[in-house]
């Protein structure tokens, strides 16, 4: 996949969530494969300056942008500025979201307010004002989870409420944009070695046993499989729900 290097060359992304562990990866990526990249932080600055470091470091562009997933109007004015400042906006990438587990009865209501909003509403928002600057040539990548296949722990029942919800958008959402040469689709990622997810943390020790390929997969595993789903390879691929989790569900 992606076998030439600079296949982006000429485009722009904007990648939610960008500053760190997948989000990080996944605009080093695209960058690297030739876009201009914006990436969007909400609580670590620094975190995202490093990101946009190494891609200049590199001979790349990119920015950073502060805006919480689960505002709208921030949200909103991120894909506004990418397009003022790059000129273009051809890839959004939907990666931004949060995870709190607990029991269902123990479950807090504003916990569950604030997974909805970046998980569901902040996905919604962003391929909303997106798909408004895109032409024949977009995509909208969602970042999923290989837990709407496969509940592997307890705990996590609201999560994978907010992620069936993504693959339930991306599914329809296939419709309305086909029309307009403009793909979308779901990366479902099993077990990646993040900061929500170590591989040496509690979670690794239940669902290590079922990794088929032995191992927590790495984020760069994750933003390769994005940066298919980016390239003119996958003008093809659409509506398409690609879980990259090691073996874990199959």
Do not use: C
């Amino acid at each position: 996949m992606n076998q030439n290097p600079q296949n982006l060359a000429g485009k722009v992304a904007l990648v939610t969530g960008g500053s760190r562990s997948i989000g990080a990866a996944i605009a080093k990526r695209l960058a690297a494969d030739g876009a201009s990249v914006a990436l969007t932080y909400s609580a670590s600055p620094d975190r995202a300056a490093q990101v946009v470091a190494e891609i200049e470091a590199k001979g790349g562009t990119a920015i950073a942008i502060k805006a919480d997933a689960g505002d709208p109007v921030a949200v909103r004015a991120a894909v506004t500025q990418t397009v003022a400042a790059l000129g273009r906006l051809d890839i959004l990438v939907n990666n931004a979201g949060v995870a709190v587990n607990a029991p269902i009865e123990d479950f807090k209501f504003e916990d569950y307010e604030r997974m909805l909003a970046v998980n569901v509403t902040g996905v919604f928002v962003a391929t909303q004002e997106a798909v408004r600057h895109m032409g024949t040539g977009g995509r909208i990548i969602h970042i999923g989870s290989s837990m709407t296949r496969y509940a592997a722990f307890p705990t996590a029942s609201v999560y994978t409420l907010t992620k069936g919800a993504v693959t339930g958008f991306n599914r329809s959402l296939v419709r309305d944009l086909g029309p307009k040469g403009i793909t979308v689709n779901t990366v479902h990622p099993g077990p990646t070695d993040t900061d929500m997810n170590p591989a040496d943390g509690p979670v690794a020790a239940i669902v290590g046993p079922g990794m088929a390929i032995g191992r927590y997969g790495q984020p760069s595993e994750i933003a390769s499989v994005v940066a298919f789903l980016a390239s003119e390879e996958a003008a093809f691929v659409t509506g398409a729900d690609i879980v990259a989790d090691g073996g874990l569900t199959a």
